[in-house]
């Protein structure tokens, strides 16, 4: 298991300025080591969405003499130094973002006097995407001529003099849509959002990769992975790139699934943002009643596929092409299902979650299952979440059992949940996020010093499974409600899947996660294999299956399989086809998730307590073929701020093979000996007290 540092390195008491990153120190490197870290996520060279040479001073620029006594480093050598340790840095690129920021010159317009944060001295002007495109300070900054020969060219073939505007999404009445969660309010700078389906801005992102890697970077992070979906939440994406993409897009489709709304319309000159003004929509209220809503979310998500594909394997040439190997990532944002046809682009899964609580095991679960065997790295959000309560009790010396539990449950559910070291606090709130010191290396150093208890795999007898097309129209409804500054959930658009994932959770009982592609935007990889090994199988209002995932099923079934479906069930399928499935004596559809978990899942329970305790539970399947028993206890008691102890609770826990021996590991103790008691394959362990984290490791078994 990858450990993760959320390495930002912002100041604290300061705005988290977007996109440029502090100034590296070594000092850091030996705070690195201490959180045993051996991968950096957001951690250099984001100055690109300013401009290419701000980017290049980032990496390769001059560290004064005053600087250098505090072991200050350009990135480059902060990159090197890093890999000196086994710690891989990944370069991060702002995708979506494009900056000005107002600046303060000396009137030969060669010296930058102030930048952003303005003294009142010198000339006030403006430095960013827009100057550099225009050559507009030859002293100050490289031509843009250096970076393309050729210029920049966009779609309609003109030469392109202002990458701001040419490359901005835009709503409905082609206003340039802000990145209103990275602008601070109380400054004059502004980033646009950029649309990626532009091919300048896609050169543009090129140059910067092409940077990076020349930097030393072991990995290229693609942030923003999905524009220019970001844009829905302001009103766009209408500009030109996106509107001749979508026209396309129509002419291209089938007869049989071409929209009604669009009979009789003259698709040649077709403009959406028009054709939607003309019927009384302006994409900023309603937007899921807009006419072609969907449509257009489904083209948008096949562009996100296409034109990040690209970007990765840009990456990974060009690294080849310099003798170097690169890894490849993006910010899958709380692992939405847009990004799952993504996936196999990367090599590693980095991703922000949505919002940050103090308990949220089937998050992590559903992040197991999207990442499959890959590494996985999860950063808090400081939007809708408790981080900023939960910094607040840790400056005041409280809530490090609540710390504690953030990366220890990741750990036990299978993820990694990165350390914060000045991690973002978002836009409003002038701060970053340090945990203690030495809290951070307690919890670090018994995951690195244990790194044979976490596997990707599981013993869960119990496979949900998530159907990306059954969900789409839910999710792309709730994106047209999305805000990013307040990731707030909507009331009447909850999905079925998270509330079984929720209540096994909240029962103790080990699951998996099992997605189901659409076998469009991703091909269908389901096998029979994949489910043999499981109990019971429990969809969740899987409307939309493949025929080759019927099949499967279909052959799990007949295997002795057993179903839990929560109608409708593969509504789309034959109808022979489907009364295969919901015919046979294995399947049992219930009309809600309250029935199924009561009458279906809970028939037999992997995992009994002889008594209520409010702990998360998973087992994970290690590679000797060992059982690890991860339990988190979440009984953490505001007025005595601590986690209070579960005392003598008996665990009891059906696995496929028998196991000889317990011991038991504790953060901060010398693992024991406990004794297990075995009935068939039920395996039974008396635990006279469960502290934050325990793991029962139970070894020396043989196959049934």
């Known amino acids: 298991m990858e450990r993760g540092v959320y390495f930002d390195a912002w100041f604290p008491r300061q705005h988290n300025y977007h996109p440029s990153l502090p100034a590296r120190r070594l000092r850091t490197i030996d705070d690195l080591r201490d959180y045993r870290a051996t991968v950096l996520v957001w951690s250099a060279l984001g100055g690109g969405s300013i401009a290419l040479p701000y980017l290049e001073e980032e990496a390769f620029g001059d560290i004064p003499a005053r600087f250098r006594v505090y072991g200050f480093v350009n990135d480059s050598e902060f990159i090197r130094e890093c890999q000196k340790h086994a710690i891989k840095v990944f370069g991060i690129v702002f995708e979506v973002q494009g900056w ?276 996985v790295v999860v950063v808090e959000n400081p939007y809708g979440g408790v981080v900023p309560e939960l910094i607040d009790l840790l400056g005041r010396g409280r809530g490090y059992d609540l710390f504690r539990l953030s990366l ?38 018994f995951i690195a010093e244990h790194e044979q208890l976490y596997s990707t795999q599981s013993y869960a007898e119990v496979g949900v499974v998530f159907s990306t097309e059954s969900n789409f129209e839910l999710i792309a409804r709730q994106a047209a409600f999305a805000d990013n500054l307040r990731n707030e959930s909507v009331a009447g658009l909850e999905i079925a899947f998270w509330e079984v994932a929720a209540r096994l959770s909240r029962a103790r009982q080990p699951y998996d996660v099992l997605f189901f592609p659409d076998n469009k935007l991703r091909a269908d990889h389901i096998t029979f294999e994949q489910f043999e090994r499981y109990r019971t199988l429990v969809l969740p209002q899987c409307s939309y299956l493949t025929a080759n995932q019927a099949d499967a099923l279909g052959r799990y079934l007949e295997q002795g399989g057993r179903i839990v479906a929560i109608e409708p069930l593969g509504a789309n399928l034959p109808a022979m086809t489907r009364r295969a499935i919901l015919e046979h004596p294995g399947t049992t559809v219930y009309r809600s998730t309250e029935e199924a978990l009561a009458g279906g899942v809970a028939q037999s329970r992997q995992v009994q307590l002889d008594h209520e305790a409010d702990l998360g539970l998973h087992v994970q399947r290690l590679a000797d073929g060992a059982a690890a028993v991860h339990i988190v206890n979440y009984g953490y008691d505001a007025g005595q701020d601590r986690v209070v102890p579960a005392e003598g609770v008996q665990l009891s826990i059906r696995l496929p093979r028998v196991y000889a021996s317990a011991t038991l590991l504790v953060p901060g103790a010398e693992g024991r000996e406990v004794e297990v008691a075995v009935e068939g394959t039920t395996h039974r362990v008396s635990l006279d007290q469960l502290a934050t984290y325990t793991v029962v490791l139970l070894q020396a078994g043989h196959p049934r």
Request: with cysteine; charged share 25%.
């Open 100 to 375: 000005e920021f107002p600046v303060e010159l000396n009137e030969a317009e060669d010296t930058i006097l102030s930048f952003n944060e303005l003294r009142g001295v010198g000339k006030r002007a403006w430095m960013g995407l827009r100057e550099f495109g225009q050559n507009r300070y030859p002293k100050l900054w490289a031509p843009l001529e250096k970076y393309f020969p050729n210029g920049l060219i966009n779609s309609d073939g003109e030469q392109v003099a202002d990458i701001m505007t040419e490359c901005a999404s835009v709503d409905i009445y082609g206003e340039p849509c802000h990145a209103l969660w990275v602008e601070c309010p109380d400054r004059e700078h502004y980033c646009y959002t950029m649309d990626r389906n532009n091919p300048v801005w896609r050169e543009y992102l090129k140059a910067i990769i092409r940077i990076q890697i020349d930097a030393g970077v072991d990995g290229i992070q693609l942030d923003e992975a999905e524009l220019p979906l970001t844009t829905i939440q302001y009103g766009g994406c209408f500009c030109k790139d996106c509107m001749k993409g979508f026209r396309a897009y129509l002419q291209a489709l089938p007869t049989d699934q071409f929209p009604d709304e669009l009979a009789g319309v003259e698709l040649q000159a077709f403009h959406y943002g028009q054709w939607l003004l003309q019927q009384g929509y302006d994409f900023k209220t309603r937007r899921d009643e807009s006419p072609l809503y969907f449509t257009y979310i489904r083209y948008q998500r096949a562009q996100i596929k296409r034109y990040f594909a690209e970007l990765c394997d840009y990456a990974h040439e060009y690294a080849r092409s310099q003798e170097r190997a690169v890894l490849v990532s993006g910010n899958f944002f709380n692992l939405n299902d847009e990004y799952y046809p993504l996936e196999p682009s990367v090599d590693m899964i980095i991703t922000e979650m949505r919002n940050t609580r103090y308990r949220q095991p089937e998050w992590y679960r559903y992040v197991r299952g999207f990442a499959a065997d890959k590494p």
């Open 408 to 445: 220890f449950e990741a750990a036990a559910m299978g993820a990694n949940m990165s350390a914060p070291y000045g991690s973002w606090m978002g836009s409003r709130q002038e701060d970053a996020f340090y945990a203690p010191h030495e809290l951070v290396v307690e919890i670090q150093s």
